[in-house]
């Protein structure tokens, strides 16, 4: 069974610009999650869609933002980009209910110049 | 408010040893508890999770801990060995089924 995808892998994009990035779950997953982690920093949360509605939502500014369709795929965009949104962010894909665990993709590694 | 806390940036363990992670968290209403691991660049990979009806769970050279009056929990790995060194994340659910992060502790294993 196909993993997480995440496109595209790498992304270079320049101040005062917008990104789009997509993620497709696993085949049945429901909910989706992103995250964004800066070198030396943990996971941190931005939010969780689940049957294409925000079901959780991080402390970040509105700046990001995110969408899920009805095949579960959810894209994630991020306006007027600034230096520090350079991050690997990462999408989580999870089966509802409780005790099931998330699968994380690959990544989408964003540089901002 | 941090909910989920691993105090241990990072740990440095001979091969062949056993590696203990820490990982403490303050809501005793979560309920579930998981273990990743992480090498740079990549995304984490799930290692093991515990249901807090139990205080043990043993997948091969992976074992978790739960102690629920103290809201604590360990991975311990044994024998550690050099393919092992990577950043460990603890995580737990909450009620929203939203995983609550703690900050990681980069495992080293020394040769």
């Known amino acids: 069974k196909a993993g997480v995808t995440q496109t595209p892998r790498y992304l270079i994009k320049t101040r005062g610009q917008q990104v789009t990035l997509s993620c497709s779950p696993i085949s049945g997953h429901r909910s989706v999650s992103w995250y964004q982690q800066t070198p030396g920093q943990g996971l941190q949360f931005l939010f969780e869609y689940f049957s294409e509605t925000q079901r959780n939502k991080g402390n970040f500014p509105g700046r990001f933002s995110g969408r899920q369709f009805s095949n579960s795929r959810s894209e994630m965009n991020v306006s007027t980009l600034e230096l520090g949104d350079s991050a690997l962010y990462l999408c989580?894909?999870?089966?509802?209910?409780?005790?099931?665990?998330?699968?994380f993709g690959q990544g989408t590694r964003l540089t901002v110049v | 408010d941090q909910q989920v806390k691993q105090n241990s940036p990072s740990l440095s363990v001979q091969e062949g040893r056993i590696s203990i992670l820490n990982c403490d968290y303050t809501n005793s209403m979560f309920d579930y508890f998981l273990w990743y691991k992480k090498y740079p660049a990549e995304g984490p990979t799930f290692l093991i999770s515990i249901s807090s009806i139990k205080d043990k769970n043993e997948d091969g050279r992976f074992t978790v801990f739960l102690n629920k009056s103290a809201k604590h929990l360990s991975l311990h790995i044994v024998p550690s060995q050099p393919g092992d060194s990577a950043v460990y994340f603890c995580a737990a659910k909450d009620s929203n089924y939203q995983l609550i992060w703690g900050a990681g502790t980069k495992l080293i294993i020394k040769p």
């Open positions: 989580a894909s999870m089966l509802t209910g409780e005790n099931t665990e998330a699968f």
